[in-house]
């Protein structure tokens, strides 16, 4: 399986221009760090969300009803 680099598209918003041209290192560089950084955004999140339900749980509650009891 051939790998392909990831591609630009730079878009003059002035005249409509578009150009379409493969990432140079450093854009790649920088593509792979925010995919880095949102995949541990999202393994944050879900570790909160599994925290929260199994402190619910403990105490015999669900969110609805604790919404309700804090609201």
């Known amino acids: 399986m051939s790998k392909t680099k990831p591609q630009v598209k730079i878009v003059n918003c002035e005249t409509g221009e578009e150009i ?4 140079n290192a450093d854009e790649i ?3 792979q760090l925010d995919a ?3 995949a541990a955004k999202e393994a944050e999140t ?3 969300e599994t925290a929260k339900a199994a ?5 015999g509650l669900t969110a609805d009803e604790l919404k309700t009891i804090l609201g």
């Open 29 to 31: 560089k920088q593509i």
């Open 55 to 59: 402190i619910l749980d403990r105490i």
């Open 36 to 38: 880095d950084n949102a």
């Open 46 to 48: 879900k570790a909160k």
């Open 20 to 23: 379409t041209r493969d990432a």
